[in-house]
């Protein structure tokens, strides 16, 4: 079974700081990796997603993929106080067996301090 | 405006009693799901429907029933609840099974 692990547990920065955040996974044979930030009271909300090798920007955020050591991260620049939240990374199975079951992680608090 | 509506957004139950929790989703996708988040467990995968048919099932007991009755419902009935069915449950939708999830704002459900 598919397990999804985070680091850190939590994070506390000052605005403005390049924030980094990781993830490893146990299955090589994974489709794709979603980062998800969810605000306390609300349903989780996709932020970037990275299916090949290698990293993707979108904005602020920088997703970096390694399938050899099963390992994503993601990076925000210039983080602001608004994306105090906890992250949340998931996986998806592999090519054939997607029924859309994502496997999350427990996620990693951030908190970015004015 | 939410795309994806839950109800109730909060729910107390007694242990044995039997509630449907409603999830209607506006945003014309396929595919819908139920996740449930508990306080020292991650987010966990419970169905996918698409079109209306069930998909995949990783809830080990029967005691959880989804409904759709529409394309855009899916509902989920729980009976014989227990103290341990203390969650907040999410409902999710995608257009097709390989896109991004939208998850509504979820029912959290506690079980005395």
Same mark, same amino acid.
């Given at each position: 079974q598919e397990k999804v692990q985070q680091s850190p547990e939590s994070l506390i920065v000052p605005e403005g700081a390049m924030v980094s955040l990781n993830c490893?996974?146990? #299955?090589?044979?994974?489709?794709? @990796?979603?980062? $998800?930030?969810?605000? +306390?009271?609300? =349903? +989780? !909300?996709? /932020? @970037?997603? @990275?299916f090949s090798n290698?990293? !993707? !920007?979108? *904005?602020? /955020?920088?997703? $970096?993929?390694?399938?050899?050591?099963l390992h994503v991260?993601?990076? @925000?620049? #210039?983080?602001? +106080?608004? #994306?105090?939240?906890? $992250?949340?990374?998931?996986?998806?199975? *592999?090519?054939?067996?997607?029924? =859309?079951?994502?496997?999350?992680g427990h996620g990693t608090i951030l908190r970015v301090h004015p | 405006d939410p795309k994806i509506i839950q109800?109730?957004?909060?729910? &107390?139950? &007694?242990t044995g009693s039997e509630?449907?929790?409603?999830?209607?989703?506006?945003?014309?996708?396929?595919?819908?799901?139920?996740?449930?988040?508990?306080?020292?467990k991650p987010l966990e995968f419970m169905f996918s429907y698409s079109y209306q048919k069930l998909m995949d099932n990783q809830t080990a007991s029967s005691r959880f029933q989804p409904q759709s009755s529409?394309?855009?419902?899916l509902d989920l009935q729980i009976t014989a609840l227990k103290p341990d069915d203390s969650a907040t449950y999410f409902c999710a939708s995608s257009q097709d099974q390989t896109n991004t999830l939208y998850f509504g704002a979820g029912t959290r459900l506690s079980v005395l």
């Open positions: 490893s996974f146990s #299955d090589s044979a994974s489709q794709s @990796i979603w980062w $998800y930030q969810q605000h +306390p009271g609300k =349903g +989780p !909300k996709a /932020l @970037i997603s @990275i290698g990293n !993707k !920007k979108e *904005g602020r /955020l920088t997703v $970096y993929l390694n399938r050899a050591s991260s993601l990076h @925000i620049k #210039d983080s602001q +106080p608004s #994306d105090s939240a906890v $992250y949340l990374c998931a996986v998806s199975r *592999g090519t054939g067996a997607n029924t =859309g079951k994502l496997t999350f | 109800k109730p957004k909060y729910l &107390v139950a &007694v509630k449907i929790l409603i999830c209607e989703q506006y945003l014309g996708h396929n595919a819908m799901y139920w996740y449930r988040q508990s306080a020292k529409k394309k855009n419902h």
